[in-house]
DNA sequence: GCCGTTTTCGGCCCGACTGTTTTCAGTCG
């Protein structure tokens, strides 16, 4: 359970703006359990998310003495706490909370059905303290006893035990548009349907889904539910009502069906499309203007009348309150609105302003295909030109390059690029591993000779926060490096960052005039939205790559380019939009 | 707990569905 030091947050040391905002969510979910306010529960979640998408340093803040209330969202309590965080890495009134809430009972909010109420009532009346105890509670017809649950609670319950314990595995988007796709496709079969789109954090590009938001415009609502029930794989539907319907697949993935009428279609998928915090401003500008929006359209409010204005189309439910149709990925509640105000809205970067491919694998170390194999790939999707970046020697698992091998790889390079045209440009690059005790694994007279040079740490990935800083940012010091690859090695579901401390790494990129890869493996997505919102907030340039190790897998791009839209990258501040002529002539080497 | 061209208190988005209730609370998105 709970450890000695379970107390303590974290060292000081560590204190960066991500754990002062995990302190916040932390507390925000035990606030929750206790049933207290949910505007004071909000406010938390507020502060949390809004801390994450600064680009200073809190710490730095405190240390200069800053006024934080100037901070969206934070008062003068929350500023308090972040000063506490900052200066001793705690915070009391978290340490209490913890105290109060055994660990195992926040578990049980992962059913579904179950909320902070239920919750509570079962800690508190049977002393339920952990997803096994629930069960146990369950076979034993004890929790239907409870006022206001009943059998087929208790049921529900014993069912969604199973959907709890791995319900905090999120699908990844890839996985989920292939299931959005193939529904699409099994919908089609239902004649009276006029209009079918998927919402929710699908449409926004969210690396990971929880579920899939179905909206569909038909006069046959019967018909489609039923065309929906025939769908493969589903266990269980969850509920039918009247215009709603809800099922789990075999995979635990579930899937939420909205059958809406034509005019308010807009209205629907703004509403579904969220995000919840984005919606929640729309919601108040519009009450603010008189007016009120839900998911049938915008209404005109005087007195009890209520008048319908808008809802058939996205654009004029956003009309309606002086906004401009927001891209999906851009409705996060985080900057839309300040740039909507000032007319500035973004226009995000699209696959089609890529020109060329900055991270790959071939057959001499652990890709599939050869150099020539991988050029005519990248030319069939109309890239520009390519980097052959293959691993260096200390990856030894993937038979990684030595400089004679590296060496070797870049006269045969020189030997086909006489045979190619002048429309295409192949490049003699590396991704060299950075040491686990410091330094490059290569000398730099090799990597001088390379076109494009990527950093990476592959080994020594569980080193302390300063151990693997002071890697990679002797790295950034490297004057042949010029970009750091997947630069916080999370793998999602799987593998957490490096306790990297990223905030110097940023600060020192941006002194040395070097790049950071936005990695577009859908497994990876490294940097993340925000870390990338972030390097745009202080004019550090992003390279999107695939690292693919196929001739397939340079697709992933479309994920990559998904996750840069969210951090509201345009084409200027990704570097591969340039054509190598232009962007050879803003690489600083010596 | 935050916030203010309805300002320092009283708001804070809105509706569908379910189960356990007899008119509604809890959960979800």
Same mark, same amino acid.
């Given at each position: 359970?709970?450890?000695?030091?379970?107390?303590?947050?974290?060292?000081? /040391? #560590?204190?960066?703006?991500?754990?002062?905002? &995990?302190?916040?969510?932390?507390?925000?979910?035990?606030?929750?359990?206790?049933?207290?306010?949910?505007?004071?529960?909000?406010?938390?979640?507020?502060?949390? @998310?809004?801390?994450?998408?600064?680009?200073?340093?809190?710490? &730095?803040?405190?240390?200069?003495?800053?006024?934080?209330?100037?901070?969206?969202?934070?008062?003068?309590?929350?500023?308090?706490?972040?000063?506490?965080?900052?200066?001793?890495?705690?915070?009391?009134?978290?340490?209490?909370?913890?105290?109060?809430?055994?660990?195992?009972?926040?578990?049980?909010?992962?059913?579904?059905?179950?909320?902070?109420?239920?919750?509570?009532?079962?800690?508190?009346?049977?002393?339920?303290?952990?997803?096994? !105890?629930?069960?146990?509670?369950?076979?034993?017809?004890?929790?239907?006893?409870?006022?206001?649950?009943?059998?087929?609670?208790?049921?529900?319950?014993?069912?969604?035990?199973?959907?709890?314990?791995?319900?905090?595995?999120?699908?990844?988007?890839?996985?989920?548009?292939?299931?959005?796709?193939?529904?699409?496709? *099994?919908?089609?079969?239902?004649?009276?349907?006029?209009?079918?789109?998927?919402?929710?954090?699908?449409?926004?590009?969210?690396?990971?889904?929880?579920?899939?938001? $179905?909206?569909?415009?038909?006069?046959?609502?019967?018909?489609?539910?039923?065309?929906?029930?025939?769908?493969?794989?589903?266990?269980?539907?969850? #509920?039918?009502?009247?215009?709603?319907?809800?099922?789990?697949?075999?995979?635990?993935?579930?899937? /939420?069906?909205?059958?809406?009428?034509?005019?308010? =279609?807009?209205?629907?998928?703004?509403?579904?499309?969220?995000?919840?915090?984005?919606?929640?401003?729309?919601?108040?500008?519009?009450?603010?203007?008189?007016?009120?929006?839900? !998911?049938?359209?915008?209404?005109?409010?005087?007195?009890?009348?209520?008048? =319908?204005?808008?809802?058939?189309?996205?654009?004029?439910?956003?009309?309606?309150?002086?906004?401009?149709?927001?891209?999906?990925? $851009?409705?996060?509640?985080?900057?839309?609105?300040?740039?909507?105000?000032?007319?500035?809205?973004?226009?995000?970067?699209?696959?089609?302003?890529? @020109?060329? %491919?900055? *991270? $790959?694998?071939?057959?001499?170390?652990?890709?599939?295909?050869?150099?020539?194999?991988?050029?005519?790939?990248?030319?069939?999707?109309?890239?520009?030109?390519?980097?052959?970046?293959?691993?260096?020697?200390?990856?030894?698992?993937?038979?990684?390059?030595?400089?004679?091998?590296?060496?070797?790889?870049?006269?045969?390079?020189?030997?086909?690029?006489?045979?190619?045209?002048?429309?295409?440009?192949?490049?003699?690059?590396?991704?060299? %591993?950075?040491?686990?005790?410091?330094?490059?694994?290569?000398?730099?007279?090799?990597?001088?000779?390379? &076109?494009?040079?990527?950093?990476?740490?592959?080994?020594?990935?569980?080193?302390?926060?300063?151990?693997?800083?002071?890697?990679?940012?002797?790295?950034?010091?490297?004057?042949?490096?010029?970009?750091?690859?997947?630069?916080?090695?999370?793998?999602?579901?799987?593998?957490?960052?490096?306790?990297?401390?990223?905030?110097?790494?940023?600060?020192?990129?941006?002194?040395?005039?070097?790049?950071?890869?936005?990695?577009?493996?859908? *497994?990876?997505?490294?940097?993340?939205?925000?870390?990338?919102?972030?390097?745009?907030?202080?004019?550090?340039?992003?390279?999107?790559?695939?690292?693919? *190790?196929?001739?397939?897998?340079?697709?992933?791009?479309?994920?990559?380019?998904?996750?840069?839209?969210?951090?509201?990258?345009? @084409?200027?501040?990704?570097?591969?939009?340039?054509?190598?002529?232009?962007?050879?002539?803003?690489?600083?080497?010596?």
């Amino acid at each position: 359970m709970s450890k000695p030091e379970g107390v303590e947050i974290s060292s000081v /040391d #560590g204190m960066n703006n991500e754990r002062i905002a &995990d302190a916040f969510d932390e507390v925000a979910d035990l606030l929750e359990f206790t049933g207290s306010n949910p505007f004071r529960v909000r406010a938390y979640r507020n502060a949390g @998310r809004n801390i994450r998408g600064l680009p200073q340093s809190l710490r &730095d803040a405190v240390d200069r003495g800053e006024d934080l209330t100037q901070i969206e969202g934070i008062g003068d309590d929350l500023a308090g706490k972040i000063v506490s965080l900052a200066t001793s890495g705690r915070l009391e009134m978290l340490e209490e909370l913890r105290a109060r809430i055994p660990e195992g009972v926040m578990a049980l909010l992962r059913i579904p059905g179950v909320g902070p109420k239920k919750a509570a009532l079962l800690f508190k009346e049977l002393g339920i303290r952990s997803l096994d !105890e629930l069960k146990t509670a369950c076979e034993q017809g004890r929790v239907r006893e409870l006022k206001g649950f009943g059998k087929k609670t208790e049921e529900g319950i014993l069912k969604g035990i199973d959907v709890a314990a791995q319900a905090n595995q999120r699908m990844f988007w890839s996985e989920a548009d292939e299931i959005a796709h193939a529904l699409r496709l *099994h919908m089609r079969a239902c004649s009276p349907m006029e209009q079918l789109e998927f919402a929710g954090s699908y449409r926004r590009g969210k690396e990971t889904v929880g579920d899939l938001d $179905m909206l569909v415009v038909s006069s046959d609502i019967a018909a489609v539910m039923d065309r929906f029930a025939a769908f493969p794989g589903i266990s269980t539907v969850i #509920g039918r009502g009247e215009t709603k319907m809800s099922v789990r697949l075999d995979s635990g993935l579930q899937i /939420d069906l909205r059958v809406v009428p034509r005019e308010s =279609y807009g209205a629907a998928l703004q509403y579904f499309t969220g995000s919840k915090e984005h919606n929640v401003i729309v919601r108040g500008m519009a009450k603010q203007a008189g007016m009120k929006i839900n !998911e049938y359209g915008v209404f005109r409010v005087e007195g009890e009348r209520e008048t =319908y204005v808008a809802g058939a189309s996205e654009a004029e439910v956003y009309a309606t309150l002086g906004l401009p149709l927001f891209p999906p990925e $851009m409705r996060e509640a985080r900057q839309e609105f300040d740039w909507a105000r000032q007319g500035e809205l973004p226009r995000l970067i699209e696959l089609a302003d890529l @020109r060329g %491919d900055l *991270h $790959m694998h071939t057959t001499a170390t652990d890709g599939a295909a050869s150099i020539e194999q991988m050029v005519a790939a990248a030319r069939q999707r109309g890239l520009e030109y390519i980097a052959i970046t293959d691993h260096s020697q200390r990856v030894s698992m993937a038979r990684g390059l030595d400089a004679t091998r590296v060496l070797a790889q870049w006269t045969e390079i020189d030997r086909i690029r006489r045979d190619l045209d002048e429309s295409f440009v192949l490049l003699k690059g590396i991704e060299c %591993d950075i040491l686990e005790k410091g330094g490059m694994d290569l000398p730099d007279d090799v990597l001088a000779q390379a &076109d494009w040079v990527l950093a990476s740490v592959h080994y020594g990935q569980r080193q302390s926060r300063s151990e693997i800083t002071e890697r990679i940012l002797g790295a950034l010091d490297n004057p042949y490096v010029t970009a750091i690859a997947h630069p916080t090695g999370r793998l999602l579901n799987q593998r957490e960052p490096y306790e990297v401390d990223l905030e110097a790494v940023f600060q020192r990129a941006k002194e040395r005039g070097k790049i950071l890869e936005l990695n577009a493996n859908p *497994h990876r997505l490294d940097l993340n939205d925000l870390h990338c919102a972030t390097a745009r907030q202080l004019g550090i340039p992003i390279v999107i790559s695939t690292d693919a *190790h196929s001739v397939n897998g340079l697709d992933v791009m479309r994920y990559g380019i998904l996750q840069a839209r969210r951090a509201g990258l345009t @084409r200027e501040d990704v570097i591969n939009t340039r054509p190598w002529s232009e962007l050879r002539k803003f690489l600083r080497r010596p």
